[in-house]
């Protein structure tokens, strides 16, 4: 497999976004007494720090247009839901966690499509990919179709989904390593 060295930027950028989600995701978690709309708009401004993280790939140069559409139009889709919730708090907590369930599954999904586009890759960078992305998805359904669920529930649920998110930015940031090398290579062989 042909890995490609991540820019130090990129990396920077991983290591913080991924980092900040997963303490916003504990945060939630730690402090459920801190009233739901405070927590909801913590858990929107961790869906930022995602939506920026995938619209961030735009700016690498060895990435398929078509890769480079797709993060970008599900980061952008991440961070217009997420603003929303922090912009307007007043428009009653369970529209909030909706906001955020439905950003979070635009994720979720954008994660999965990347790892199905990219089928040179890694197995366990796609594969981590995917589980971040059907966890995302599963999750936000459940809190869509749930909504007679405690909302105290819906936000830990919503925080776990942000904290494996996290996650998987933390991990590719500090690997270095990224799946580009395969779409670097395509595109290198398509032209010669």
Known sequence: MNILKQPGWLRALEIVTGLLAIMLGIIVIIYPDWGIATLVVWLSIALIFLGIRS????????????????????????LILAFLVVIFPGYGVATLIWFVAFGLM???????????????????????????????????????????????????????????????????????????????????????
Request: avoid cysteine.
């Open 55 to 78: 619209i961030a790939l735009v700016g690498y140069d060895g990435v398929s247009n078509g890769v480079k559409a797709l993060s970008v139009i599900t980061g952008i889709i991440s």
């Open 106 to 192: 635009v994720y979720g999904i954008g994660r999965i499509i990347l790892a199905y586009e990219l089928n040179m890759t890694l197995g366990w960078t796609r594969g981590t990919m995917v589980a971040v992305g059907v966890v995302a998805v599963i999750l936000s359904i459940f809190v869509l179709i749930l909504p007679g669920v405690s909302l105290l529930t819906l936000l830990v649920i919503l925080s776990v989904a942000l904290i494996v998110g996290g996650a998987e930015a933390l991990i590719s940031g500090i690997v270095g390593r990224t799946w580009l090398g395969n779409v670097v290579q395509a595109a290198k062989k398509e032209f010669q």
